[in-house]
């Protein structure tokens, strides 16, 4: 199985910048694609970006230009860097990932962290 430990988030004020963290531990060489999620209050959970196992990243047209997704070499610990942030990126953010193990697909979703942007 794979775990995701998210670590960051807090109060920022709107042009400021913040850095979130995913540690996955368990089976990570059966990640498929990682990122990050986010969900505001009233809205549904829309992907703001994720990093595929060929290294490939894909962005929310919402967070272009201002967020970068990494992770380390050991693919293990990926990195959401946010910056010049605007009230509207005020959300629970939670870690995700997806891939096969044991010939099963999964989904596996970390615990969440809060992000408020204040104007």
């Known amino acids: 199985q794979v775990q995701l430990v998210e670590s960051g988030g807090g109060l920022v004020q709107a042009g400021g910048s913040l850095r979130l963290s995913c540690a996955a531990s368990?089976?990570?060489?059966?990640?498929?694609?990682i990122g990050w999620f986010r969900q505001a209050p009233g809205k549904q959970r829309e992907l703001v970006a994720a990093?595929?196992?060929?290294?490939?990243?894909n962005y929310a047209d919402s967070v272009k230009g201002r967020f970068i997704i990494s992770r380390d070499n050991a693919k293990t610990t990926v990195t959401l860097q946010m910056n010049s942030l605007k009230p509207e990126d005020t959300a629970v953010y939670y870690c995700?990932?997806?891939?096969?193990?044991?010939?099963?697909?999964?989904?596996?979703w970390g615990q969440g962290t809060q992000v408020t942007v204040s104007s």
């Open positions: 995700h990932a997806n891939g096969i193990t044991w010939g099963s697909p999964f989904n596996i």
């Open positions: 368990g089976r990570t060489a059966s990640i498929d694609v």
């Open positions: 990093i595929s196992r060929d290294d490939s990243t």
